[in-house]
């Protein structure tokens, strides 16, 4: 079980105005596909809650070379790459309904203690050790991510729909936030070719958010989300023209 692979199929009610997948829709997707494969292995949500531990999702980097259409099935397969003390790397291949690739992600995966909200050591963790593949995965690693020095700002206060289970903002909801700085138009003319996302500090119902976009090069944007006054996630977005 070093590799696990679950098929989807790409309903209308799922798609963004461009009558295809999401980026949102493919993230919750490897979340869905991790969880998936770590219960495979006996170590999943029910296991870790007994001891009070849990996974979170520390950064995520996708870049597809085509984004699945309604009415298409797809398959996303993942496998874990390296670990260490600390993280768990888990890669994704998306794939057309013949095996064709469409493009990849990469995660880093931490296991904390909910209590302290502190990291737990998973160096002892016999299951990843020894299902550690040497599947390639032809992306480039995340990059060093920067901060945002200016660009355009935009108000959000984090309310009932942005909170998860955790208690704490959704992954999704920051996607989200982050693509709704941009214009229907622009998405219309353009499809995200890569996301990178890192997770800083968990951010909390009621708390007042600040969201900005700075434009840097050709269709390159660095993208952050702060809370009262303290960064919570990083962000790079690359567009490319829709043909």
Known sequence: MKEYTKSFYLAA???NPQAEMPVTLL????IEVATLHANSWGVGYK????DNHAWVLSRVTTEIF???RVDETYSLTTWIED???????RNFLLADADGKPLGYARTIWIAIDLSQRAMVDISSLSYIRDNVSDRPCPI???SRLRQPTNGETAQHRFTYTDIDFNQHVNTIRYIELLLNRFTLDHHNRHRIQRLE?????????GEP????????????????VSATGQERVRAKIIFTDRT
Do not use: D, M, W
């Open 13 to 15: 009610g799922e798609c």
């Open 209 to 224: 958010a600040e969201i900005t976009v700075q434009h840097t090069e050709n269709n390159t944007y660095l993208a952050g």
């Open 47 to 50: 296991r870790l809650i007994a």
């Open 66 to 68: 085509r984004y699945p």
């Open 197 to 205: 996302l890192a997770f800083v500090k968990e951010s909390r119902y």
């Open 27 to 30: 993230v919750n997707r490897i």
């Open 140 to 142: 480039e690693p995340q």
């Open 83 to 89: 670990y260490n003390r600390h993280f768990s790397q």
